[in-house]
């Protein structure tokens, strides 16, 4: 049964354009939502993350959106860049260091 | 970057046979974890370590054995490597528990074919 779902597979975006990541999760007692970033051939790195107690978080071009109501939450890449493309990792924490991911999204931004 | 390596990066083995990959980590951190990641599947816990001798169980744990003789190594074992086995081993570490956002920072893989 998996707890976090990143229903799309893969996304494809203009360069300059928004980039929207969604990721859905089934436990409503998750406390912490990370995002994680993977390029091919190494391990994945952190990009930003959202408390459960808040529903929005910003970090330059990235930002974490949360609706705890639809147990939805979403990444926000603006503008997207070449660079950006990579698999991108939703991931959600229980009472501490453990982290259940979801199956990811390859997204892919075109120039 | 996080200061994590793994051993092997790289490893061909023959079904049935033992397995070790290590975890070294230089951050003096004390969780540390193992996880694997397949096609469809995202990464899945392993097992993880709380500290030295302490250890627990994740999701996909049957096949596999872990140990933590010293803070900065953490070593999984496949005890008789199948071919559901292979796969890219991913170890992560973080700080205690209470850190903001539960920060895991991850090594760079060791990919492990079972033929």
């Known amino acids: 049964d998996q707890q976090v779902k990143q229903n799309s597979p893969s996304l494809s975006v203009q360069e300059g354009r928004i980039s929207i990541l969604n990721c859905d999760y089934t436990n409503s007692m998750f406390d912490y939502f990370l995002w994680y970033k993977k390029y091919p051939a190494e391990g994945p790195t952190f990009l930003i993350s959202?408390?459960?107690?808040?529903d929005k978080n910003e970090d330059g071009r990235f930002t974490v959106f949360l609706n705890k109501s639809a147990k939805h939450l979403s990444l926000h890449i603006v503008p997207s860049q070449p660079g950006d493309s990579a698999v991108y990792f939703c991931?959600?924490?229980?009472?501490?260091?453990?982290?259940?991911f979801g199956a990811g999204t390859i997204l892919r931004v075109k120039s | 970057d996080a200061g994590i390596t793994q051993s092997p990066r790289h490893k061909v083995t023959e079904t049935g046979t033992p397995v070790t990959l290590r975890c070294h980590q230089t951050e003096n951190h004390r969780y540390m974890y193992w996880y694997r990641q397949d096609p469809g599947h995202g990464l899945r816990l392993i097992h993880y370590?709380?500290?030295?001798?302490?250890?627990d169980k994740g999701e996909v744990s049957d096949g596999y054995s872990v140990s933590r003789s010293k803070t900065e190594d953490f070593l999984l074992t496949l005890e008789s490597a199948t071919s559901s086995q292979t796969s890219v081993y991913f170890c992560a570490i973080s700080e205690s528990p209470g850190s903001s956002g539960n920060t895991i920072y991850f090594g760079e893989g060791s990919w492990l074919t079972v033929v």
């Open positions: 370590s709380y500290g030295v001798k302490d250890t």
């Open positions: 959202i408390s459960s107690i808040k």
């Open positions: 991931a959600a924490s229980l009472y501490g260091n453990k982290l259940v």
